[in-house]
């Protein structure tokens, strides 16, 4: 069948450089594309791996299940310390013995030697499972780090993606219901589903490649966010799948409240157990096209709903570096969905 979104593939190479101990500058060149389109299911959960674990595997297997029969989906992992290998019996029995937390240990009970090397003794365990380069497989997870007081909006993230191409073979019913088993024994405070960008490191170094699409179509995201974003109960903008935790809900004066707020008839609230719901945008995700005049009104109307929740705008350090014109571009499209 035709494809019914925007194809991106945007061709490399990669240039890169690197510094050996003799402090000399290599330059490096990686055969991959710049960016391609997927779908991006990700959650924030406000909670430790010995909490999680097990709601992880949920969700890891939900994704297995999804890709089963298709080789190219799993290819190379990497877990905690060990470096990216091709997938192996060896590969699996790390990632499962990482869901698989024996005890509760809090990194301030470490000592220095075993503070060094957190992720050796499971205190800041992550994997990834990868597929072929450029295939838009993957599945990732990394842990926040326990601490017996967390530090404020510490979240553990975890990251599924998919290829396009998948999104239209199993259709967006199959991949709904594949983010809402991922998420059913995940006690998040906020995650999302919809169509995004994977864009090789950075993506804030990419913007000239990447304007005439981000602009023109604006229903695709390319902020990843990540561990080190501490995202919190924040909202990390507006997608087709949107799920809200307890506190922001609870804020929005619980479903009711947040129903009472939205107008528009493609938006579809779905409550969840432990006060959580799902508010997604019509029957499948939609990149929009400005040029043809779709700019994605209820994507619009739920962001300005969400605006007090939402995430601050993450790069306002490009300023500071002397960018200050395409710190603009990326704050203008931070906010395509509130102008």
Same mark, same amino acid.
């Given at each position: 069948?035709?494809?019914?979104?925007?194809?991106?593939?945007?061709?490399?190479?990669?240039?890169?450089?690197?510094?050996?101990?003799?402090?000399?500058?290599?330059?490096?060149?990686?055969?991959?594309?710049?960016?391609?389109?997927?779908?991006?299911?990700?959650?924030?959960?406000?909670?430790?791996?010995?909490?999680?674990?097990?709601?992880?595997?949920?969700?890891?297997?939900?994704?297995?299940?999804?890709?089963?029969?298709?080789?190219?989906?799993?290819?190379?992992?990497?877990?905690?310390?060990? #470096?990216?290998?091709?997938?192996?019996?060896?590969?699996?029995?790390?990632?499962?013995?990482?869901?698989?937390?024996?005890?509760?240990?809090?990194?301030?009970?470490?000592?220095?030697?075993?503070?060094?090397?957190?992720?050796?003794?499971?205190?800041?365990?992550?994997?990834?499972?990868?597929?072929?380069?450029?295939?838009?497989?993957?599945? #990732?997870?990394?842990?926040?780090?326990?601490?017996?007081?967390?530090?404020?909006?510490?979240?553990?993230?975890?990251?599924?993606?998919?290829?396009? #191409?998948?999104?239209?073979?199993?259709?967006?019913?199959?991949?709904?219901?594949?983010?809402?088993?991922?998420?059913?024994?995940?006690?998040?405070?906020?995650?999302?589903?919809?169509?995004?960008?994977?864009?090789?490191?950075?993506?804030?170094?990419?913007?000239?490649?990447?304007?005439?699409?981000?602009?023109?179509?604006?229903?695709?995201?390319?902020?990843?966010?990540?561990?080190?974003?501490?995202?919190?109960?924040?909202?990390?903008?507006?997608?087709?799948?949107?799920?809200?935790?307890?506190?922001?809900?609870?804020?929005?004066?619980?479903?009711?409240?947040?129903?009472?707020?939205?107008?528009?008839?493609?938006?579809?609230?779905?409550?969840?157990?432990?006060?959580?719901?799902?508010?997604?945008?019509?029957?499948?995700?939609?990149?929009?096209?400005?040029?043809?005049?779709?700019?994605?009104?209820?994507?619009?109307?739920?962001?300005?709903?969400?605006?007090?929740?939402?995430?601050?705008?993450?790069?306002?350090?490009?300023?500071?570096?002397?960018?200050?014109?395409?710190?603009?571009?990326?704050?203008?499209?931070?906010?395509?969905?509130?102008?």
């Amino acid at each position: 069948m035709p494809s019914t979104y925007p194809r991106v593939r945007i061709p490399g190479p990669i240039k890169y450089t690197s510094s050996t101990r003799e402090s000399e500058v290599v330059e490096h060149s990686w055969d991959r594309l710049v960016a391609r389109d997927i779908v991006r299911i990700i959650f924030f959960v406000p909670r430790d791996n010995f909490d999680i674990a097990a709601g992880v595997s949920h969700a890891l297997d939900s994704y297995l299940r999804a890709v089963e029969g298709r080789p190219s989906a799993l290819f190379e992992y990497t877990c905690c310390y060990w #470096e990216p290998s091709r997938l192996s019996d060896r590969g699996w029995e790390l990632i499962r013995n990482t869901l698989n937390p024996k005890e509760r240990r809090f990194f301030d009970d470490y000592d220095e030697n075993e503070s060094f090397h957190p992720e050796k003794d499971g205190a800041d365990p992550y994997f990834g499972i990868y597929g072929e380069q450029d295939s838009g497989f993957g599945f #990732e997870y990394h842990a926040r780090i326990p601490w017996r007081e967390t530090p404020p909006n510490s979240v553990s993230v975890l990251q599924a993606t998919l290829p396009t #191409e998948y999104l239209e073979e199993r259709g967006a019913g199959f991949v709904r219901e594949l983010a809402l088993d991922m998420a059913s024994r995940l006690p998040f405070t906020s995650g999302h589903a919809g169509l995004a960008l994977d864009v090789a490191f950075s993506s804030l170094d990419r913007l000239d490649a990447l304007r005439p699409l981000i602009f023109r179509h604006p229903g695709f995201d390319i902020r990843d966010a990540g561990i080190r974003d501490n995202l919190g109960t924040r909202v990390d903008g507006v997608h087709w799948m949107n799920f809200l935790g307890q506190t922001v809900l609870g804020e929005l004066g619980g479903a009711a409240g947040l129903r009472a707020r939205l107008q528009s008839p493609s938006i579809h609230l779905q409550e969840l157990d432990g006060e959580r719901v799902l508010v997604t945008l019509g029957p499948e995700p939609e990149a929009g096209d400005m040029a043809q005049g779709q700019p994605l009104p209820a994507y619009r109307e739920l962001a300005r709903v969400l605006k007090p929740w939402q995430e601050p705008f993450p790069w306002g350090h490009l300023r500071k570096q002397g960018r200050a014109a395409d710190e603009e571009e990326w704050r203008r499209w931070w906010r395509r969905f509130l102008d």
